[in-house]
């Protein structure tokens, strides 16, 4: 009777030390499911290896500053939560220079909630193919670098979803303040497409402050949705040829607003990946008070004409709303809708339909909404010459 009243004992202390382990919400489907890592300090290593983590594992790091960074890797259909979590880069010093985030063969994985700050360096690091990956209700604050795919190499596309390196990729809901260039990589050269990101979605996203130049950049994109994002107060003081949306590639981008900001606002170097042409669609989107260039960017290359890996693809730019553009009052690009380099390179064309326009330096003169070549078709655009100041 003792040694049974024992063995009793001791299960219920085995027990209790489990669901110590565990943290609870009243969210959580599964309690047995969610398990909370780290101390609230120092450095964290997630790693999935050997199955560690099952299927639908919610994994909590304990809230604290984290000065040495986080790294996660080798996980699949799990979600990683850092509310309250801080990875601290100790304002750039040598000490945090390198403290962020980074991530490594993640598959079906949501990283959600961490705050990065301070950084000298990449605020998050992909080091290698991820697919269904999101990172959601992010912040990155003071940041040197932005979001970066490392280069070390390169992931040739033969036209299958297997050799795609970003697959359904998502930033969502998220912050950016004073951070640098976000660089997904991707690249067209020498015959071939390497690093190539596929149904991108950039989402719900605040970006503020900073002199990143091109704020997001993908070279080789396979159908991008940007949407329901506000950007203002980029580059105030970087009179570089930026693109704040800069995409090789084709999608859409809509509902987005700009203010007081220099680049164009969203760009696309036009590229179908595979034999069928797609169109990019602009619409909807608002660009108020931008320095320098046009809102939008329309530009193709010859070296991105790959028999039997790429063609043509085409803009329809419809709907949107620019005004006061090239306030710098700068004499080498006039402030318009679109610097359009349709020249036939590649044979794409651009639409350019039902825009409303006030306030470009210089004033349009006899409707000509562009700049360089003229759009294929021009319909429905309306500048409103007594309009002046800005809102």
């Not at 500053?65 to 986080?70: A, Q, R, S």
């Amino acid at each position: 009777m003792k040694k049974t009243i024992f063995i009793l004992i001791i299960i219920a202390f085995i027990g209790s030390v489990a669901k110590a382990q565990v943290k609870t919400s009243s969210s959580d489907t599964s309690a047995a499911n969610t398990i909370v890592l780290g101390r609230g300090a120092g450095f964290l290593i997630i790693d999935g290896a050997n199955n560690t983590y099952p299927p639908g594992t919610r994994i909590i790091v304990k809230p604290g500053i984290y000065t040495n960074g986080l790294i996660v890797q080798n996980l699949k259909d799990v979600t990683i939560c850092g509310k309250d979590v801080t990875i601290d880069g100790l304002s750039q010093t040598e000490e945090g220079f390198n403290s962020c985030l980074n991530i490594s063969k993640l598959t079906n994985v949501t990283i959600t909630g961490f705050t990065t700050q301070n950084n000298g360096y990449r605020m998050l690091n992909i080091n290698s193919r991820m697919v269904n990956v999101t990172l959601d209700s992010l912040s990155f604050i003071n940041c040197n670098q932005g979001i970066y795919v490392n280069n070390n190499n390169k992931l040739i596309w033969d036209g299958t979803d297997a050799t795609v390196n970003l697959l359904n990729f998502k930033i969502t809901n998220s912050e950016f303040i004073n951070c640098g260039t976000n660089d997904l990589n991707g690249g067209i050269e020498k015959g071939y497409v390497f690093n190539l990101v596929k149904n991108l979605v950039v989402s719900n996203n605040i970006f503020s402050g900073g002199n990143p130049g091109n704020l997001i950049a993908c070279r080789a994109v396979d159908g991008f949705k940007i949407f329901h994002n506000t950007i203002d107060g980029i580059n105030p003081i970087n009179n570089d040829d930026n693109r704040l949306m800069m995409m090789t590639g084709n999608g859409d981008a809509y509902e987005n607003k700009f203010t007081n900001y220099e680049g164009h606002a969203i760009a696309v170097w036009p590229v179908s990946f595979g034999k069928v042409v797609k169109t990019s669609h602009f619409y909807n989107n608002t660009c108020i008070g931008a320095r320098r260039y046009a809102a939008f960017e329309f530009q193709e290359f010859r070296e991105y004409a790959i028999r039997g890996v790429t063609t043509k693809s085409d803009l329809i730019v419809n709907n949107n709303t620019c005004g006061d553009i090239n306030t710098d009052h700068w004499t080498d690009y006039p402030g318009t809708f679109i610097d359009n380099y349709q020249f036939g390179y590649m044979g794409g064309k651009v639409t350019l339909t039902n825009n409303k326009g006030y306030n470009f330096f210089p004033a349009p003169t006899n409707n000509v909404y562009w700049n360089l070549a003229k759009p294929a078709v021009v319909y429905g655009n309306i500048y409103d010459y007594t309009r002046k100041s800005k809102d």
